[in-house]
């Protein structure tokens, strides 16, 4: 175990403990392993839920290929084209 790894123990359902030694097996890991990566993307996703920014990406479709590389030059440009309106 690494010494960056906090032990911990589980309480499963024998279906589940079940299912996951298959799905371990089938993998070729341990069911530790299989336990620690299912925690860690949980843990990612809700990460990802709470970042309000977050909620913006893929709002938009269309526009030109290099909008996610040149949004504040395009964004300058709208708001100078209407100040010369």
């Known amino acids: ?3 960056r790894m906090k ?3 589980i309480y499963l359902d024998a279906a589940v403990d079940a299912e996951l030694r298959r799905l371990a097996a ?4 341990s069911k ?3 336990i620690r990566d299912c925690a860690r993307i949980l843990v990612e996703e809700d990460k990802a839920t709470q970042d309000p920014l977050l909620n913006i990406v893929g709002m938009i479709s269309g526009g030109p290929d290099n909008l996610s590389e040149e949004h504040d030059r395009y ?3 709208r ?3 209407s100040w010369e309106k």
């Open 7 to 9: 032990r911990t123990q």
């Open 1 to 3: 175990m690494s010494p």
């Open 26 to 29: 089938r993998r070729g890991v």
């Open 32 to 34: 530790a392993q299989l």
């Open 75 to 77: 964004l300058a440009g």
């Open 79 to 81: 708001e100078i084209s």
